[in-house]
């Protein structure tokens, strides 16, 4: 099983609510990944998890706030965002070493919008 | 911070026609990924490229890593309607002692369209 899932595939919440993106992987990848893509442009990396702890974390805002329940899971916590954040949301996973980098598998991604 | 450029930004094909699409950094780079993500689509991995001045291909894809490491290019042969999507290059740093996980910095991408 090569896939990642990731839900819900839309999502539009308003600036006050609070909303959860869920990834999924069972690959046995210890390294998970949380990017955001606005249209016509790369992914952004926001987060990386690495054997359930978050190693990286790229000046994200607060109002975005990961969590790594266990090896299969990450979620991405969502309070008071703004407009701007609308966006496509991607969980990526990949397997965790020391020193080579591995190829890393993406879910089909969450499309966000925020009115 | 370590930037990723790629040119073109986008090319229109006739099928049947070559395309390459060229990724350059102002750094040396450790390696390069390539990703393709299909519109409405995600990225799907397509190669990684380790050693100066290799080459790999696969069908009528053909990949280099350049000598110095700081540029990469991928050359479509006849290109297909199946082809059509947004090229990514990402060079991928080993993580710092302090953290973990591979940090992707993805190149500004070349979309592709390919017309009958």
């Known amino acids: 099983d090569t896939e990642v899932t990731q839900t819900p595939k839309h999502l539009v919440m308003g600036m006050t609510n609070k909303k959860s993106l869920k990834c999924e992987q069972h690959m046995g990848h210890r390294a998970m990944y949380w990017y955001k893509q606005k249209a016509k442009k790369p992914p952004e990396l926001m987060f990386v998890?690495?054997?359930?702890?978050?190693?990286i974390n790229e000046s994200v805002p607060s109002r975005f706030s990961p969590e790594c329940p266990n090896s299969s899971l990450l979620n991405l916590h969502l309070h008071a965002l703004q407009p701007e954040d609308s966006a496509l949301y991607l969980c990526a996973s990949s397997q965790e070493d020391l020193h080579p980098t591995y190829e890393q598998y993406f879910g089909p991604g969450t499309r966000l919008t925020v009115t | 911070g370590q930037q990723v450029m790629q040119i073109p930004q986008y090319q229109h094909v006739q099928e049947g026609e070559d395309f390459t699409t060229y990724c350059n950094s102002s750094t040396t780079l450790s390696n390069i990924q390539w990703y393709k993500q299909r519109p409405g689509g995600h990225p799907v991995f397509l190669i990684q490229?380790?050693?100066?001045?290799e080459v790999k291909k696969q069908k009528r894809l053909t990949f280099q890593f350049g000598e110095a490491k700081k540029n990469s290019s991928l050359h479509i042969t006849a290109t297909q309607t199946t082809d059509v999507g947004t090229y990514f290059c990402?060079?991928?740093?080993?993580?710092?002692?302090?953290?973990?996980?591979?940090?992707?910095?993805f190149g500004t991408g070349t979309q592709l369209k390919v017309e009958l």
């Open positions: 990402a060079s991928c740093r080993e993580f710092d002692i302090t953290g973990g996980g591979n940090k992707l910095t």
């Open positions: 490229l380790v050693k100066s001045g």
């Open positions: 998890y690495s054997y359930e702890k978050l190693s």
